[in-house]
């Protein structure tokens, strides 16, 4: 059971460069998320996904942008990265019954300098 | 909007003793849930608990218990028999019954359990 999968698990960039954040899923689930964990803190949602072909922004949605092209990928871009956007970032899938928990996957180190 | 207040950053407690960790909430929704997830110094989040905002018993699994009082919009983790392995961050989360359906976390509370 692979559950949600985040690809990579550590990067560092530099200041102006762009990243691809993978996330990928294999539960079928209709509900994909992006979260930010700043140090200390608890987590902020960037963008969603109620299913394939919509996104819409969370909380902290600016420097970022997200597609969803299939139920199983929801990846995350980054462009001209910001020292503020080191972070530590998850993925995270759920189905639509309400009790239902959030999958989490095991998260991604992103260091900006 | 949804808010989860955590007002614990950090709490102790001895091995083998229970420990409460506090969450209140704020929501205009009529129907929603409240979560706990654990979040070891490994880095991932680990469910532990679900409340739905209509349930009449309060929710239990294993050592877990939340003390859900809807009219003080309280939802407060009790571990029972602390073990050195409960040493962790603890977040409070809920999320609305409609729209996107995400957790709204709180800041979260460091449990250390000492020996």
């Known amino acids: 059971n692979a559950g949600v999968t985040q690809t990579p698990k550590f990067r560092i960039l530099k200041i102006g460069q762009s990243m691809t954040l993978q996330c990928t899923q294999d539960?079928?689930?209709?509900?994909m998320y992006w979260y930010r964990q700043d140090p200390g803190m608890g987590l902020k949602l960037i963008y969603y996904s109620v299913g394939a072909g919509i996104t819409d922004k969370g909380e902290v949605p600016n420097g970022y942008n997200v597609s969803r092209s299939t139920t199983e990928d929801f990846p995350l871009r980054l462009e001209l990265a910001a020292p503020s956007q080191t972070s530590v970032y998850f993925c995270?899938?759920?189905?639509?019954?309400?009790?239902?928990?959030?999958?989490f996957g095991s998260g991604t180190q992103l260091s900006v300098l | 909007a949804q808010k989860i207040t955590q007002t614990q950053p950090g709490m102790f407690v001895q091995e083998k003793e229970a420990v409460t960790l506090d969450c209140t909430y704020d929501t205009s929704d009529p129907s929603y849930g409240l979560f706990w997830y654990k979040q070891p110094s490994s880095g991932e989040m680990i469910f532990l608990i679900y409340?739905?905002?209509?349930?009449?018993q309060n929710a239990t699994e294993g050592r877990y218990s939340l003390n859900f009082q809807k009219a003080r919009k309280s939802a407060n983790l009790v571990i029972s028999a602390s073990q050195l392995g409960d040493s962790a961050m603890y977040f409070c989360a809920m999320r609305a019954h409609t729209g996107r359906r995400a957790l709204t976390f709180g800041s979260g509370t460091r449990l250390q359990v000492q020996p």
């Open positions: 409340q739905g905002s209509y349930d009449q």
């Open positions: 539960m079928n689930h209709n509900y």
């Open positions: 995270a899938s759920s189905n639509t019954v309400e009790n239902e928990k959030l999958f």
